[in-house]
């Protein structure tokens, strides 16, 4: 097993687990690859790893995938692991995605290596816009696309349809599409349902629209839905995974389920219910 570590080079809280994990492996002879941007880090620091062999993107000779940092480190690296299974570590705030804390991550690894973990597949979405460059914004989102308004208390009419039939006109600040994977992230924070991974669904939820009939709806994944975008005479955010790029009014945004997914290492201990009982509170109230 060869493990590709990856993370986030802002935070500090990285760089000691980091050089820890390093001398951990060397010491148990276990091959990896390190970033060369953590690489860096631990050189200007004066920690062990800055010498070892680099990590590519995408680097075929990688089992594993270690990602040091909080979900939208995770999200980064589901764009560069070209199918290798991804194991979030997390040193952020929240890490819903990540599956171990940073103290936890040695346990973890010995689990993948006695063969204890599994990994779970997660349905991705496929995005292009008619006749637009999108430049760096990634071609398709593991959490979800977003059209939003920027730069103005002006809403954004968002005429949607689904496999050609008319599904409504949003007159909202924006609109989150988003698979099972991000339905606990924006789209949950705009009233949206939680889905859980493996159900084959994904959620549309406007943005504070302007009436407050228009809900959120879920849909079959295999949905081909169609977004037109109209505004005021100024730009709209498009975003893929929060990569975003402003876009002209009068866009057309094209959505479908992809033929990738991104695999996730899950450990035996830990299940979907727990991670959203432990770190949305979800079902906790008071005591009758």
Not at 96 to 103: D, G, Q
Not at 136 to 147: F, T, Y
Not at 269 to 282: E, N, V
Request: net charge negative.
């Amino acid at each position: 097993m060869t493990y590709g570590i990856t993370g986030n080079p802002n935070k500090d809280a990285l760089w000691a687990p980091l050089a820890d994990l390093v001398r951990w492996l060397d010491a148990r002879g276990f091959p990896f690859r390190l970033d060369p941007v953590l690489a860096d880090g631990l050189r200007e620091r004066g920690l062990p790893g800055a010498d070892a062999d680099p990590l590519t993107a995408p680097d075929p000779g990688i089992d594993l995938l270690l990602s040091f940092g909080g979900d939208g480190t995770l999200l980064r690296t589901a764009h560069r692991a070209d199918g290798v299974p991804i194991l979030g570590v997390n040193i952020g705030r929240l890490g819903f995605l990540t599956k171990v804390e940073v103290s936890e991550v040695q346990g973890a690894l010995l689990a993948v290596e006695a063969g204890e973990t599994s990994v779970e597949r997660r349905m991705t979405l496929a995005v292009e816009v008619d006749g637009v460059d999108l430049g760096e914004v990634p071609r398709w989102a593991l959490n979800d696309v977003v059209v939003d308004k920027s730069g103005t208390t002006s809403m954004i009419q968002v005429e949607a349809t689904v496999g050609g039939a008319f599904l409504n006109t949003y007159w909202a600040d924006g609109l989150v599409v988003a698979t099972p994977t991000g339905s606990t992230a924006y789209a949950l924070s705009v009233g949206g349902p939680i889905l859980v991974p493996g159900t084959d669904t994904l959620v549309v939820a406007p943005i504070a629209p302007h009436t407050l009939t228009a809900r959120p709806i879920v849909l079959p994944c295999f949905s081909e839905l169609t977004l037109k975008v109209e505004t005021r005479g100024h730009p709209f955010a498009f975003a893929c995974d929060g990569v975003s790029a402003l876009l002209d009014g009068g866009a057309v945004v094209r959505i479908r389920r992809a033929t990738h997914e991104v695999k996730l290492v899950t450990l035996p201990d830990r299940d979907y219910f727990q991670t959203i009982r432990d770190k949305l509170s979800w079902g906790q109230g008071g005591v009758f």
